[in-house]
T-cell receptor, first 112, second 112 residues
Framework: SQQGEEDPQALSIQEGENATMNCSYKTSINNLQWYRQNSGRGLVHLIL?????REKHSGRLRVTLDTSKKSSSLLITASRAADTASYFC????????????FGKGTLLTVNP | DAGVTQSPTHLIKTRGQQVTLRCSPKSGHDTVSWYQQALGQGPQFIFQYYEEEERQRGNFPDRFSGHQFPNYSSELNVNALLLGDSALYLC???????????FGPGTRLLVL
């Protein structure tokens, strides 16, 4: 079963616009990670946010985490055509549960 | 510094055959996890190896087995292949099971 659920499933924007993707999960976590995947290839790690953190920035990326609502958001500012990809959130299971559980992802298309 | 590497990149097998996929973790990493990603889905956790032992297993049948070697590299074996085993198989490594998992480019398996 998939714990993380990304929303929306697909998002199409113009270059320069901001893109926001959301993720919800069901169980307690140690951390939440966001990954990017281009054309069915390997996953590229974007950012990790721990359960005791509320917000984290990395370059044009901003991630928030609300553990009370079991949700996270990924904001990509000033998007570029090269940002076109699928984006996944992944949660561990908390405690000694080591596996990452992924949602189905958000397909982001940035039009030039 | 080499990242996670996987071989082969593509593989075609027929039903009932057996397959072995290989993974070399990122330098300094001692934990290897394997994931299966069907088309249009997020990755699904198969199992994780640490100190040459299977530490945790996902909801996959015994046809899926693995091994970790003393140099931390790992193999994924799938016996009695089914059409439904066609997928992208991803290997991920980490230096701590609670931290970032770095993914390889994947092996795309097609079962005919």
């Amino acid at each position: 079963s998939q714990q993380g659920e990304e929303d929306p499933q697909a998002l199409s924007i113009q270059e320069g616009e901001n893109a926001t993707m959301n993720c919800s999960y069901k169980t307690s976590i140690n951390n939440l990670q966001w990954y990017r995947q281009n054309s069915g290839r390997g996953l590229v790690h974007l950012i990790l946010i721990r359960s005791n953190e509320r917000e984290k920035h990395s370059g044009r990326l901003r991630v928030t985490l609300d553990t009370s609502k079991k949700s996270s958001s990924l904001l990509i500012t000033a998007s570029r055509a090269a940002d076109t990809a699928s984006y996944f959130c992944a949660t561990d299971g908390g405690g000694s549960n080591y596996k990452l559980t992924f949602g189905k992802g958000t397909l982001l298309t940035v039009n030039p | 510094d080499a990242g996670v590497t996987q071989s082969p990149t593509h593989l075609i097998k027929t039903r009932g055959q057996q397959v072995t996929l290989r993974c070399s973790p990122k330098s300094g990493h001692d934990t290897v996890s394997w994931y299966q990603q069907a088309l249009g889905q997020g990755p699904q956790f198969i199992f994780q190896y640490y100190e040459e032992e299977e530490r945790q297993r996902g909801n996959f049948p015994d046809r899926f087995s693995g091994h970790q070697f003393p140099n931390y590299s790992s193999e994924l074996n799938v016996n009695a292949l089914l059409l439904g085993d066609s997928a992208l198989y991803l290997c991920a490594s980490s230096s701590d099971t609670k931290e970032t998992q770095y993914f390889g480019p994947g092996t795309r398996l097609l079962v005919l």
